[in-house]
């Protein structure tokens, strides 16, 4: 299709849509001027991250009116994230105006009664029929009883003065919110169909292939409903560690009890990254984790493996990618020094969707305590939150236990353990550690996880150095601690051995996630059995959807 274009204003992780777009069969150019807005026959415009950051950036670059008349001509748009929450008049994010095509304005979730931002999959609910079927059908291929993957933190609201543009809503929690918008020449989505699996690439397969304009006469409206429990599902998260061998290759190891954070010791070879992630998702794993653990430490930026390995990874793997180590500033070996949030562009340029901070988040925190909770807007958690959105930063805390014979012999939050200590204690606090769990810090998980909160953090990636790698469970008492300190999602991760496992996670505390890494490579567990236990235990899970 020579006239098909992509909006890009720098809005992260496009490489994703550029690839689900190439794998159904078309090419697609990029407007570089915004001259280039009105040469498209077809427009996708995508965006991630803050309300106000994606308008100022629009507007700076010259490309917000041309985007407007583009949509007065007539000419088919497709809009996505923050790319469809801009075609209202604003957003109570941001003081910048929206582009005002669509009447209301981009609301915040409550994060009083459920976890923000809404971090998932999630059913899209149609509230329009056709009564005749064209070569553009209204619902762009979104089914009523597929799952799609959300991340915002902010929503439209369904009212009386948008209701004919309201293509689909979704309840999350308490709250009912549009979820995709429609009329005439413009479709736009809150979910991301390129991170959506094949359910996602069948929504922009409709917008490839069909008009691009419906013809709104034959189009009735649906009233929208809420109903008792929302349909948002619990994720399944394979995760690989990946290393260098002596052979320069990247491949996924897997240790025991942290073992595998080391540079040396017996560290069992699991295969190439790109393969393994490709199996599990066509396996279905609702998302996919690399954590860089030698960080190349010694590399240029621009030659970093990892970055080639999410670029080729990004190609056939459509749900979302997280990378982790190695973000943070850094300086190259010829002296050119990186700031943490360019770090995390070339990452998110390479097809990641979130970054996950490690050490950095102690250090992150420990300065946050010594400013007397004061932000400098400087931290890394700070500038990648900023630049990306919060949805983009996810903290992954390395916790141990250091038992105490009573919580007065601590100032620092204890629980009641299940496992006694080696003198009976019963008693624990979860100390943080840095570099790979070998330095622990003065500094508990409680006040790590409610810093990284405040300073801009979207979620909570929670291990257990005493859990990891002994397949015996996930450690509740530290996961139901932190998941009642903070408002933002957490992934349980360490432990799991069994399907039984992630079923006791997810029926104990509120997890949103779990995450298994060894299990899975070994497909001692394989991530079906997984979904399918817990799909019989009536835990709501995404179903394998393989079909185009």
Known sequence: MPGLYMLDYGAGNVRSLVNAVQFLGYDIQFVKDPSDIAKA????????GAFGHAMKALREKGYAQPLKDYIASGKPLMGICVGMQSLFEGSDESDEPGLGVIPGKVQKFDATTKSVPHMGWNKARLNKSQTVKVQQLVEYNIDNEKVY??????AARYTEKNKDWALSTTQYGDELFISSVQKG?????QFHPEKSGHAGLNVLKSFLTGSGIVDDKTVSLIPPQMTKQDAFTKRVIACLDVRANDNGDLVVTKGDQYDVRESKGDVRNLG???DLARRYFLEGADEVTFLNITSFRNCPLSDTPMLEVLKRTSETVFVPLTIGGGIRDITD???TFKPAFEVAGEYFRSGADKVSIGSDAVYCAEAYYANNKQKTGKTAIETIAEAYGTQAVVISVDPRRVYVKSPK???HAVVKNSIPGPHGEEYCWYQCTVKGGREGRDLDVIQLVTACE????GEILLNCMDRDGTNSGFELELINSVKNAVSIPVIASSGAGRVEDF???FEKTHVEAALAAGIFHREEVPIQSVKNYLKEKHVPVRPIDSAL
């Open 41 to 48: 026959d077809k427009l996708i415009f995508p965006g991630v």
């Open 409 to 411: 012999d601590t100032t």
């Open 454 to 457: 405040a300073l801009g953090a």
């Open 333 to 335: 070996p010829d002296g």
């Open 149 to 154: 993957y959300f991340v915002h933190s902010y």
């Open 185 to 189: 020449n413009v479709f736009a989505t």
């Open 272 to 274: 190439k990254p790109v």
């Open 503 to 505: 079923y006791e996670v």
